[in-house]
């Protein structure tokens, strides 16, 4: 039977240097499964692999698509499934990354087929939130549906809305649509996790936001001003300084910002995996244990 071996943990812990280390030991290619990774206009907040790394390595579902168009975990699954399928015909192993845990668990498990929301009810739904704002939206959300509250990036007003279409045209909770049968894969899944120590994570993702500045995310992000809107910017590195050029924020306060939200998103992150318990967890500094491990297996 084919492997996938699949590399999930918080964002800035070493995933992508990993998986290329991986890749190449194994002699495959790589699966992108970050949902920000997949924008071609997020060259530096949304820290893809260098020039350098995707010449060293095969990557799919990097910069493949643009901010303007719509793409979510469903298709994603079609068409990940689609790439893995086709290169499984010449691979006996293949690696996939990330730390979007909804595209990991599309890939994974599949992603469940959600119910048509009508346009009345999305309307009725934006409007509320239209007046009242994002604290409202949060503890509608909060009080509906608190396990996925818990665990989803709960500063996008866009996924949280859709839980409210859900709820009010189904009365169901989303994450209890997501509890549905799991889809059965034709290969295996290694699931490899990536920790470190608290404070050592967080000065990584402080240094790394600090390089970010350095290698020019203050442009990227101006030539993204008049898309701001586009729920592919929702994100953090871009919230934070689309506020900085409307004047909400100075820069400086906009940095400090990333660098918080970065390391809240860190936590969610590490909560969401945890929860697998299929996953083993490594420290990344430990490759040979990691691979000795997967050979074992």
């Given at each position: 039977m084919n492997n996938l071996i699949v590399i999930v943990g918080p964002t800035g812990v070493g995933k992508t240097d990993l998986s290329i280390h991986l890749a190449k030991y194994l002699n495959t290619e790589i699966i992108s499964c970050d949902s920000r990774q997949f924008y071609k206009e997020l060259k530096i907040g949304a820290a893809p692999p260098n020039i350098n790394q995707l010449k060293n390595v095969k990557h799919h579902f990097i910069h493949h698509k643009s901010i303007k168009e719509n793409y979510n975990a469903g298709l994603f699954e079609i068409d990940a499934i689609k790439t893995i399928t086709k290169l499984f015909k010449s691979n006996d192993h293949l690696v996939a990354v990330g730390g979007s845990g909804l595209y990991i668990d599309a890939l994974c498990q599949g992603f469940n087929k959600m119910p048509n929301i009508s346009e009345k009810t999305r309307n009725i739904v934006n409007n509320k939130f239209n007046k009242?704002?994002?604290?409202?939206?949060?503890?509608?959300?909060?009080?509906?549906?608190?396990?996925?509250?818990?665990?989803?990036?709960?500063?996008?007003?866009?996924?949280?809305?859709?839980?409210?279409?859900?709820?009010?045209?189904?009365?169901?909770?989303?994450?209890?649509?997501?509890?549905?049968?799991?889809?059965?894969?034709?290969?295996?899944?290694?699931?490899?996790?990536?920790?470190?120590?608290?404070?050592?994570?967080?000065?990584?993702?402080?240094?790394?936001?600090?390089?970010?500045?350095?290698?020019?995310?203050?442009?990227?992000?101006?030539?993204?001003?008049?898309?701001?809107?586009?729920?592919?910017?929702?994100?953090?590195?871009?919230?934070?300084?689309?506020?900085?050029?409307?004047?909400?924020?100075?820069?400086?306060?906009?940095?400090?910002?990333?660098?918080?939200?970065?390391?809240?998103?860190?936590?969610?992150?590490i909560t969401w995996f945890k929860k697998d318990k299929k996953t083993k967890w490594f420290n990344p500094k430990n490759r040979q244990d990691i691979i000795n491990f997967i050979s074992k297996l």
């Open positions: 009242n704002g994002l604290s409202w939206l949060q503890q509608k959300v909060k009080i509906i549906d608190p396990v996925f509250y818990n665990n989803c990036d709960n500063k996008n007003h866009r996924r949280l809305l859709r839980v409210l279409e859900i709820y009010e045209t189904t009365g169901e909770k989303i994450s209890n649509l997501r509890k549905n049968k799991i889809k059965k894969r034709p290969f295996k899944i290694i699931k490899i996790g990536l920790d470190l120590e608290r404070n050592l994570l967080y000065d990584r993702i402080n240094i790394r936001v600090d390089k970010m500045i350095v290698s020019g995310l203050l442009n990227e992000v101006k030539s993204l001003v008049p898309f701001n809107n586009h729920n592919a910017l929702k994100t953090v590195g871009y919230e934070e300084l689309f506020a900085f050029y409307n004047g909400k924020n100075n820069l400086d306060e906009s940095i400090k910002l990333i660098k918080r939200n970065t390391r809240r998103l860190a936590k969610r992150q």
